[in-house]
């Protein structure tokens, strides 16, 4: 299985929250990871929020970000080329998406497009955009 996960499911295997365990257990399943190039400095800046807001000792934001930079070359990471970007608009608009919510969809579809539709699974904590790729997986189904 080739499992995407967007930011929301990443970051949680920085930090110490809720979830982490689903995310791990469903990477332990899974033969490729991939997420979105965008997902690198979302992880970042939530993991610099994070710290801003005391919730991230100073060495546990040091270390999330260390062992962000030594997973990151292990993820399957999809480029925002301009495809990818019409594809995140058109998404958008269809689905009531924010702009990188977007862009993770669109991902999505570029990595099941390169893994096979039954072979891909996307992974989000963000209920909306659960919803979209789950509509989203049924219509390509469909098309196929």
Do not use: C, N
């Amino acid at each position: 299985m080739t499992l995407y996960l967007d930011t929301s499911s990443l970051v949680k295997i920085y930090v110490p929250e809720t979830g982490v365990d689903v995310v791990l257990g469903l990477m332990d399943h899974a033969t490729t990871v991939a997420t979105s190039v965008v997902t690198y400095a979302e992880t970042r800046a939530a993991l610099a929020r994070l710290r801003r807001e005391r919730v991230l000792s100073a060495s546990t934001f040091a270390s999330a970000k260390r062992d962000l930079e030594r997973d990151w070359p292990a993820y399957v990471t999809i480029d925002v080329t301009a495809s990818v970007s019409r594809l995140a608009g058109d998404l958008a608009e269809r689905y009531g998406l924010r702009g990188y919510d977007s862009l993770h969809l669109a991902s999505f579809a570029e990595t099941a497009g390169r893994a096979g539709v039954e072979d891909a699974r996307f992974f989000s904590f963000d209920q909306r955009l659960t919803r979209a790729a789950r509509a989203f997986a049924r219509t390509i189904r469909r098309i196929r």
